[in-house]
């Protein structure tokens, strides 16, 4: 664990830094207030500090030694609870991609455990751990990266899928399960964020009926398919305030809301202010990027 907080300390040269294609080194050196952002699937690694992350009503804190593994793209509120400037904190995050996760399971004994879960935070097996050192090694041997960089993702993905985390990744993978069923409602939903949510549409999308729809979206994420939509709704509306050129309400209005003042009271509600004044804030204060993890 000292070799993995070592190897980000050196490299992390902002909060996030993207050190590699799909691996993010992440560093606080204050507690940070609470954000909400969307997690990408995702591994990520606390080599130092605690981090608190909300997940529909679910409060998880995810620490040294503790991985977190995300399988679908989950509205959250994450926060940096313990870091200071002598002990940052230090975490590193590695993009899961579901098409290499599948080549891996069909080499591998078949397993038939799944579980229906979209994040989850459990004690980061020592493998794993090695393994994670092993890619973050190359960043001192980056002429090694062209030969070894594929062969230590491989071993980090191998690791990952003989490890506590394996089941929560299995179902999604090999489609089958509420996660996977999940997955493709939370596919729809994403694609047609700005338009009206019709629950018996959705169903029929995903081929299930309206209470299994209902009942396995919320089992899996924590949140309703109503209350999932209003979140990526909004995430989006605020990165388009950010990047600028257009007023709240037409941002609005390009998200899916009809009403200007509905809008800016549900994005005061998530954001603590309403969108021209949050937008201008952190333009203001040049903020940083939500950390993925």
């Known amino acids: ?30 507690p940070t207030h609470a954000t909400p952002v969307v997690y990408e699937p995702m591994l990520c690694l606390v080599a130092q500090g605690v981090k608190r992350v909300i997940v529909g009503r679910r409060t998880l804190l995810y620490r040294e030694a503790t991985s977190m ?39 591998m004994p078949p397993q038939t455990a799944t579980a229906d879960v979209a994040l989850e935070v459990r004690p980061a097996e020592p493998t794993l751990l090695e393994a994670a050192v092993r890619v973050l090694r190359l960043l001192d041997r980056p002429a090694d990266l062209p030969v070894l960089g594929p062969l230590v993702a491989r071993e980090l993905l191998y690791r990952l899928l003989n490890g506590p985390h394996a089941p929560a990744l299995r179902g999604l993978v090999q489609g089958r399960g509420r996660t996977a069923q999940v997955a493709r409602t939370v596919a729809w939903i994403r694609r047609h964020h700005n338009q ?27 949140m309703s398919p109503l209350q999932y939509q209003k979140a990526i709704r909004l995430q989006e509306a605020r990165q388009r305030l950010l990047v600028g050129g257009d007023d709240a309400a037409s941002i609005g209005f390009a998200v899916g809301y009809g009403s200007p003042s509905q809008f800016s009271r549900e994005y005061a509600r998530l954001f603590g202010q309403p969108p021209a004044r949050d937008a201008a804030q952190l333009r203001a204060a040049n903020a940083e990027p939500a950390a993925p993890c």
Do not use: C, N, W
Request: no cysteine; charged share 15%.
């Open 69 to 107: 593994v995300v399988t679908l793209a989950m509205p959250v509120t994450g926060q940096v609870v313990q870091a200071s400037a002598t002990q940052p904190y230090l975490a590193v995050g590695f993009r899961l991609d579901p098409a290499a996760l599948a080549e891996l399971l069909l080499v």
């Open 196 to 222: 009206p949510l019709r629950i018996a549409e959705l169903a029929a999308q995903v081929a299930l009926s309206e209470s299994a729809l209902h009942r396995g979206f919320k089992a899996v994420t924590g």
């Open 1 to 30: 664990m000292h070799e993995l907080g070592d190897l980000v300390l050196r490299h992390a040269t902002e909060p996030i830094t993207e050190a590699l294609p799909g691996v993010l080194l992440l560093r606080a050196d204050a």
